[in-house]
């Protein structure tokens, strides 16, 4: 940071600043709180006069209507208004405020007042005030000169080349240069120039028109708390301000305070208003000795000023001047916003034409989302930037400038809780990332489901920003009689700030448009979801049997359903004769949904068939799978258990690998969990399984399930299992027990996985009761 100016001079006989560290309090935000509405005084080179209605009695006067009427201020305080202005005057306030209920927008009134030495023509400007339950008719009364009569078509005749040229502009940039000569034009300004804020009030000077012997102010800065926050808010109520001589003496009003109700004047609205000690004082530094001031809108906010300065001494425009000037800031907002709205809609449909290519892209099943979101157009064409990182179905794509590693910027997108973040300063925000991102200053994140994102990067841009004035100094503390007060600073010579840390701001139009291809791939990823949810399906049915082993003496079901939704995971069952007529089935369930849990599952099943067809018996088969999925799946887990049953006997081997224990129904119904060692799971194990032997009676069945069936969000393992075990325990009547009737009543609608049922039932002995397990194969 850098202070051009070899030291900060001081105004010619001004006291001495006095160092911050003061033992006296000083609040440096109390001109923030400064009672602006209400200074209860005037500028003296007009009048003002608050009456009631319908009587127009005088309740305020300022003090300076004696040098008008002759009458001193206590004289004319409760006196009727004609007495004092006389009685031509105040007909024609009476007409002008029973033709117009919006008094403001048809002023001003020629009056001729009954002046000290005869009559004088005067301007009266109306409005009304609330003052406790009712109002009071603000009259304030100005020497009329300009133009007459005052009127709307005059106005427009004063500034229609102006409008002309206005429309003529084609960019922003030529507004604003038309503007300020104009207004110069017809004001008669020493300087004129376009002041326009930031989000954060912080001005800029973004045009000039001034005397050739004035330096210029062109691109200068203003830090925010030179117009405060309510002087901001009067700028919006009143859109033209103007100080005829800076170094006036204020009129005092009187009565300070209202009869009625014990509260000065309100005069947001007054023209005559006072201004703040401190902005006199300000201009003052500045070597103004007369300032307007033209308020510039958008959608009733204060958007920037067209700042008048004269340096030649005191400057009073006429009432029609300052209301074509009026007029001429209100054209040029509108044209302003005109012009800003057409950037930002041409902004907004070259987003739109990128937005729709690289949704074309996404939309192609056969490319990776990921992939598909970095590729020509891309993410890059939709915001400038130095870089973008994507995140989507596990993948993680690059393009352009991105850091090496990119994880911790990941998880920080994906914690976002808005689901459009933008940083300008991420040293400042986020330090700890920051550190992680060398050269990286702006971030812009879009956070989307299951930790998927999608972040543009753009590295520091160290920029020069000239300010009139050191604005780390924008106020002083001063000492006069002993006393310390604020003061506006000194000096305000070119000053130079050295910006660091910071990126290019991200475009409000580009914040929407990210927002808008949010909101667009949140219904590609659901179009996505839906054919991985086809696709893993269609993968699911192709590897389960088409059909069952029917050994003789035995039957077997099975039934799968996928979760809520219909999403298919890694649940799957099977069902083989071995070549020594031994059965083996088996129910299994990789971790995850969708095609990558499918092909999984594929994958474990064939190799298991694998094994157990070539002879291995079960705890070796295990081993081999477990070895298998460590080696070429290390990114999956399954669960499963395996039983090996041999018709003839009942005999079956029994294994899992943290799977839940098989159900054994014996010749009697009666279901109960299966004492079988189970192992950890496929992917983790220990590399020696172990199997167990039990016994399927004639009349009862093994029972394999996946824990989709007996455990949800509602129900613990323990008491799904139960109800399992109770469905099976109905065969204890002597009827049969239906598959089908199982699952519904197992099932469970809070349950986020699929489930899967294998049931290998003995069938009993003749003379015995009916088959445990009904229901089609």
């Known amino acids: 940071m850098t202070d051009e100016a070899s030291a900060t001079p001081h105004a010619p006989g001004s006291p001495a600043s006095v160092p911050l560290d003061v033992s006296v309090p000083l609040d440096l935000d109390a001109c923030a709180a400064e009672p602006i509405r209400i200074p209860g005084s ?14 127009l009695e005088v309740r305020h006067v300022s003090r300076n209507v004696e040098q008008l009427v002759g009458r001193a201020p206590e004289d004319v305080v409760g006196a009727d208004l004609g007495s004092v202005l006389g009685a031509d005057a105040v007909d024609a306030v009476r007409q002008h405020v029973r033709t117009f209920g919006d008094l403001r927008a048809r002023n001003p009134v020629g009056v001729d007042v009954l002046g000290v030495e005869g009559p004088v023509r005067m301007d009266a400007v109306l409005h009304r005030v609330a003052v406790g339950d009712g109002t009071l008719l ?9 133009p007459r009569p005052f009127s709307f078509p005059n106005t427009y005749q004063a500034v229609r080349g102006a409008i002309e040229e206005l429309n003529r502009a084609r960019t922003l940039e030529e507004l604003y240069d038309v503007a300020a000569r104009e207004v110069r034009a017809l004001t008669g300004f020493d300087r004129v120039m376009v002041y326009r804020f930031d989000p954060e009030y912080n001005g800029e000077v973004v045009a000039e028109a001034k005397r050739d012997d004035l330096n210029s102010f ?85 958007w920037g000023l067209v700042a008048c300065h004269h340096y030649s001494g005191p400057l009073m425009p006429s009432y029609g001047a300052r209301a074509a000037a009026e007029f001429l800031g209100s054209t040029l907002s509108l044209r302003l916003v005109a012009r800003a709205e057409e950037r930002e809609l041409e902004t907004e449909l070259a987003a739109q034409s990128v937005v729709a290519r690289i949704l074309h892209t996404a939309r192609d099943a056969d490319r990776a989302l990921a992939d598909a979101l970095v590729a020509d157009p891309g993410v890059l064409a939709l915001v400038p930037a130095r870089g973008a990182v994507v ?53 812009l994140a879009v956070h989307l489901p299951d930790d998927q994102c999608v972040v543009w990067l753009r590295h520091e841009v160290v920029r020069d920003v000239y300010w009139g004035g050191d604005p780390h100094n924008a106020k002083i503390a001063r000492e006069e ?57 269609t993968l699911q049915q192709s590897l389960l049997p088409q059909r069952l082993p029917r050994p003789p003496g035995w039957t077997l079901h099975a039934r799968y359903e996928p979760s809520a939704g219909g999403r298919v995971g890694g649940d799957w069952y099977d069902a083989l004769e071995l070549p020594d007529g031994r ?11 969708g095609v990558g849990a499918a092909a999984a599952m594929g994958q474990l099943r064939n190799a298991l068939r694998a094994y157990v067809l070539r002879g291995q018996e079960v705890p070796e088969a295990l081993a081999d799978l477990d070895a298998l999925a460590r080696r070429t799946m290390p990114d999956d887990l399954a669960t499963l258990v395996v039983a090996v049953v041999d018709p003839a006997t009942g005999e079956a081997v029994v294994a899992g690998a943290g799977h839940p224990q098989p159900l054994l129904v014996d010749g009697l119904g009666r279901a109960a969990l299966a004492e079988v060692a189970v192992d950890r799971p496929v992917g983790v194990g220990s590399g020696a399984p172990r199997a167990t032997r039990v016994q399927v009676d004639a009349g009862g069945a093994l029972v394999l399930y996946s824990d989709g069936l007996v455990d949800s969000r509602s129900t613990s393992l323990s008491a799904g299992i139960e109800r399992l075990v109770g469905a099976f325990d109905a065969g204890r009547s002597g009827g049969p027990v239906d598959i089908d009737d199982v699952v519904a009543a197992c099932r469970d609608d809070d349950s986020t996985d699929d489930l899967t049922l294998l049931v290998l039932a003995r069938e009993p002995e003749p003379a015995h009761a009916p088959a445990v397990v009904a229901g089609a194969a």
Do not use: C, K
Request: hydrophobic letters at 45%; glycine letters at 8%.
């Open 218 to 302: 062109l691109g200068l800065h203003y830090p925010a708390s030179d117009i405060p926050p309510q002087a901001r808010q009067l700028y919006e109520t009143n859109w033209v301000r103007l100080i005829a001589d800076v170094g006036y003496t204020p009129s005092p009003v009187e009565p300070p305070f209202d009869p009625a109700t014990g509260e000065p004047l309100d005069m947001t609205h007054a023209v005559l208003r006072s201004v703040s000690p401190v902005h006199v004082e300000y201009l003052g530094n500045m070597g103004v000795q007369a300032s307007m001031s033209i308020s510039l809108l958008r959608d009733g906010r204060l």
């Open 481 to 537: 009689d002993g006393r310390v007060r604020l003061s506006p600073r000194l000096s305000f010579e070119r000053w130079r700030e050295v910006v660091r840390g910071r990126s290019e701001p991200w475009a409000d139009a580009h914040v929407r448009a990210v927002a808008d291809l949010r909101t667009r791939l949140l219904e590609v990823l659901l179009l996505r979801n839906r054919w991985q949810m086809a696709a893993a399906r």
């Open 391 to 443: 995140r989507a179905d596990g993948l993680v794509t690059t393009a352009g400038e991105v850091p090496a590693d990119v994880g911790p910027l990941l998880d920080w997108a994906a914690r976002r809780p808005d689901p459009v973040t933008a940083v300008t300063a991420l040293a400042d925000e986020e330090p700890a990332l920051a550190a992680t991102l060398p050269g990286v200053a702006g971030v």
């Open 42 to 55: 005037v500028q003296p080179h007009g009048v003002l006069l608050a009456v009631t209605e319908p009587g």
């Open 138 to 146: 603000v009259v304030e009364l100005e020497p009329a000169y300009g």
């Open 583 to 593: 059965i083996a089935v088996v129910v299994g369930d990789v971790a995850g949904h």
